[in-house]
């Protein structure tokens, strides 16, 4: 059974690397029956974005008291750490 999430990709510009990062998280996401409604933003537009979501997923320094849960990775960029990466997506998501 699949379960429906919403989650906030943020990177410098809100374009290029945040793109990059969603396309990998929601296919993978996919596999493990986890459906994402993916939003892009740049990092300074958070904030005014999160209403709603049940993570933030950045590759950039984001605020440490946000409201929702969020977790800063480099890991769909470098390859280094990807699958770890996935699996703390996929917890916290279940979580």
């Not at 379960?3 to 989650?7: A, E, G, L, Y």
């Not at 943020?10 to 374009?15: D, Q, V």
């Not at 296919?27 to 939003?39: H, L, Q, S």
């Given at each position: 059974m699949s379960?429906?999430?919403?989650?906030l990709f943020?990177?410098?510009?809100?374009?290029a690397?945040?793109?990059?990062?969603?396309?990998a998280v929601v296919?993978?996401?996919?596999?493990?029956?986890?459906?994402?409604?993916?939003?892009q933003?740049?990092?300074t537009e958070v904030r005014s974005e999160l209403n709603g979501m049940d993570l933030i997923v950045s590759t950039?320094?984001?605020p440490a008291d946000l409201p929702v849960p969020s977790m800063v990775t480099l890991a769909f960029?470098?390859?280094m750490g990807k699958a770890e990466a996935l699996d703390k997506?996929?917890?916290?998501?279940?979580g």
């Open positions: 379960i429906n999430k919403r989650v943020a990177c410098g510009t809100g374009i690397t945040s793109t990059v990062v969603s396309n296919e993978a996401m996919k596999e493990r029956g986890i459906n994402i409604d993916a939003r933003c740049k990092a950039t320094q984001l960029l470098t390859g997506i996929e917890a916290a998501l279940r």
